[in-house]
């Protein structure tokens, strides 16, 4: 358990008929950034809040830095957290509002400027809250979970509301605070850049978990796609008689040939177009994004 930020088996949430989360079993390594992702309604706050200890769970377990989720109090001084868009007081300014969550939670004042800083609000620290946009109050709820300097930080949509800047900027963020160590659980539906900067993915469907593992091998899983274009139109429908005689199933589109074939099907595709006279303008592979791979196995059969 030593080198897991969080582990879970068989953690299942039930309201009356209805699961939430349905025996979902995960582990997320220490130091790494781990990307939840699932359709809206798939589990991922809810599973978020049972590993807060903001609602129990029915029927599994799970662990935190080492602690059982049913006794939180062991771990979450060591845990900073955003979940469903940050509160704070309009009144007061941002400064003003991390200075209030530092003496409930007992950190030093010196933290509060440098976090300021850290998530891009330095010039805004002494404008009151109720002034910020939507995505200054997503910053600001950023800086308040990394208060406590937490070993593990829990973001939900953390990029709520930012400009693709102010993504960037979040993203550059996570990476640091990787970089140095801390444990990052992102959920975001941007899956482009949880696929930039997450190393490991759990993915959820209807409550249940349908790939927990490193990014990478999620998407060396799915099968390439290899577009041809033939020099001459006219050659098309030769060109697709020829890619099902190569036992492939080709789909027409643009005046093009797709096929789920990796790199190594093009130089035999070409051969064979050249034994008959047809010339092709171009062949190009494509290994599908995270969100491809998202979509393909989240949508309902």
Known sequence: MQNLAISVKDLSKIYGEQTAVSHATFEVPLGTVCGFVGPNGSGKTTTIRMLLGLIKPTGGSGTVLGEDIRSPEKYL?????????????????????????????????????????????????SSKFKTYSLGMKQRLGIAAALLPDPQLLILDEPTNGLDPNGIQEIRELIKELADKGTSVFVSSHILSELEMISEYLVMLRKGKVLFTGRTQDLLSQQKAITSIKPEYQVDLNKLVEIVNNLGQEPRVES??????????????????????GITLSSISTQQPTLEETFFEMTEDK
């Open 77 to 125: 001084s060591k845990v900073g957290a955003m979940i469903e868009g940050p509160a704070f007081y309009p009144m007061l300014s941002g400064r003003e509002n991390l200075k209030v969550l530092a003496d409930l939670g007992g950190f030093s004042y010196a933290r509060v400027d440098s976090l300021l800083e850290k998530v891009g609000l330095g010039d805004r620290g």
């Open 255 to 276: 005046g093009m040939i797709h096929i789920a074939v990796g790199a190594d099907f093009g130089a035999t595709l070409n051969r064979a177009a050249f034994d008959v």
